[in-house]
């Protein structure tokens, strides 16, 4: 079992800058792909970015492809959203997810259903 738990999501201005991150415990999350969803009012979750098991493979949603940056440490069982130039549309509840272990090298999936593991979520808020 791996338990994820978000934080660094608050309040922003438009322009601005933030970063999430993802700790895991239960287990270490060396062997999972990892990806950040995000949920906005009234509308289904959608992909956002998602990182390989050891960090060789990243993609991205073209909405925030450019501004966005998804990262992992291992040693620290953390993974991490960089997220530039924030815009009101990305206001939303920030989801990570952890797929099953051992996943492929290069694998990013971009499927709820391909993630096993959840977290609660962290919220952010961008302002005009």
């Known amino acids: 079992q791996v338990q994820l738990v978000e934080s660094g999501g608050r309040s922003v201005q438009a322009g601005g800058s933030l970063r999430l991150s993802c700790a895991a415990s239960g287990r270490t999350f060396s062997g999972n792909a990892m990806g950040w969803f995000r949920q906005a009012p009234g509308k289904e979750r959608e992909f956002v970015a998602a990182i390989s098991r050891i960090g060789g493979s990243t993609d991205y949603a073209d909405s925030v492809k450019g501004r966005f940056t998804i990262s992992r440490d291992n040693a620290k069982n953390t993974g991490y959203l960089q997220m530039n130039s924030l815009k009101p549309e990305d206001t939303a509840v920030y989801y990570c997810?952890?797929?099953?272990?051992?996943?492929?090298?290069?694998?990013?999936?971009?499927?709820?259903?391909?993630?096993?593991?959840w977290g609660k979520g962290t919220q952010v808020t961008v302002s005009s």
């Open positions: 997810a952890a797929a099953p272990a051992p996943g492929r090298l290069y694998y990013t999936p971009h499927g709820e259903r391909e993630y096993e593991y």
